[in-house]
């Protein structure tokens, strides 16, 4: 079973920056897209950025601009750059693969951004 592990959430100021990453526990495993999603509560779970097999990104209409989803070259993380972070960008960030035609989530990381 494909287990992710999501890490680099915290406290930022305005303005600041976070890089947040995402790796199988269980070694390599093949997935034909990675990337992220946000929620906050009372909203549903919505789109950041998502990294297709063939490196074809697709990112939200708020992030566009600030947010770029990269992975590593052995295709075993997933990566999410967050620039010029604003207080409506607070929210648990989700890691989120697409393997064998299943959906596979990671447990979440907060972000929250306040002076």
């Known amino acids: 079973q494909v287990q992710l592990v999501e890490s680099g959430g915290g406290l930022v100021q305005p303005g600041g920056s976070l890089r947040l990453s995402c790796t199988s526990s269980g070694g390599f495993v093949a997935a034909a897209a990675m990337g992220w999603y946000r929620q906050v509560p009372g909203k549903s779970r919505e789109l950041v950025a998502t990294i297709a097999g063939g490196g074809t990104t697709n990112y939200g209409d708020s992030v566009k601009g600030r947010f770029t989803v990269s992975r590593d070259k052995f295709l075993k993380t997933v990566y999410l750059k967050m620039d010029s972070l604003q207080p409506e960008d607070t929210a648990v960030y989700y890691c989120?693969?697409?393997?064998?035609?299943?959906?596979?989530w990671g447990q979440g990381t907060q972000v929250t951004v306040s002076s």
């Open positions: 989120w693969w697409r393997v064998a035609s299943r959906d596979v």
